[in-house]
C-alpha cells in the first residue's frame, strides 16, 4: 500500500509541476541563425541545436570537413559548458554530412571528443543549410 501511495503522491507532483524549459546561449558559438536557441535545458538533459564549423569571431564556415568537424564539435562543447554540462555527458549525437565519403575524416576527429563511453550516434548524409557547411552535427546530454 505505500508503494501504491508513493506512486500517486509522485504522478501528482509531476502533473501538479510544470515542465520547464531554459534558453541557453553563449558567445562561445556562433549565434543562431534563425528562430531557434543556441541549447535548450529541459527534464535533466541539454538539447543542443544543430551547428556548423562557423567560427563565433569571424562567422564563417571554412576548411576541410575535418577543420569544420573540429570547430563544430568546440561549438557544441561551449554551448553545453554554458549549461553547466559537458560532451563528457552527452547521450546521443547526430552527425549530418554533406558527403558521406567525408565519414572517415570526419570519425577521426569526433573520436577525440568522446575518448571514453561514446554516446550512441547517428549519422546521415543531408543538405545543410549553409553552403559552405561540411558538416552539422547536435547532441543530448545529460545536466
Known amino acids: 500500500m ?3 501511495l508513493g506512486f500517486v503522491i509522485a504522478a501528482a507532483l509531476l502533473i501538479a509541476t510544470p515542465a520547464s524549459k531554459e534558453a541557453v546561449s553563449t558567445k562561445d558559438a556562433p549565434p543562431a541563425a534563425g528562430p531557434y536557441s543556441q541549447g535548450i535545458k ?3 538533459f541539454v538539447f543542443a541545436a544543430g551547428q556548423i ?3 563565433p569571431v569571424t562567422n564563417k564556415a571554412e576548411g576541410d570537413v575535418k577543420a569544420q568537424t573540429e570547430r563544430t564539435l568546440k561549438n557544441l562543447s561551449a554551448v553545453l559548458a554554458a ?4 560532451m563528457d555527458r552527452a547521450v546521443k ?3 549530418f554530412l554533406k558527403n558521406i565519403s567525408d565519414f572517415q575524416a570526419m ?8 575518448p571514453s ?3 550512441a550516434r547517428s549519422t546521415v548524409q543531408a543538405v545543410l543549410p549553409n553552403d559552405a557547411a561540411l558538416v552539422e552535427i547536435d547532441v543530448i546530454a545529460m545536466q
Do not use: C, I, M
Open 42 to 44: 529541459a527534464g535533466g
Open 117 to 119: 563511453t561514446p554516446p
Open 53 to 55: 564549423g562557423r567560427d
Open 2 to 4: 505505500q508503494n501504491l
Open 93 to 95: 549525437v547526430t552527425v
Open 107 to 114: 570519425n577521426e576527429v569526433y573520436a577525440k571528443f568522446f
Open 83 to 86: 549549461a553547466g554540462t559537458s
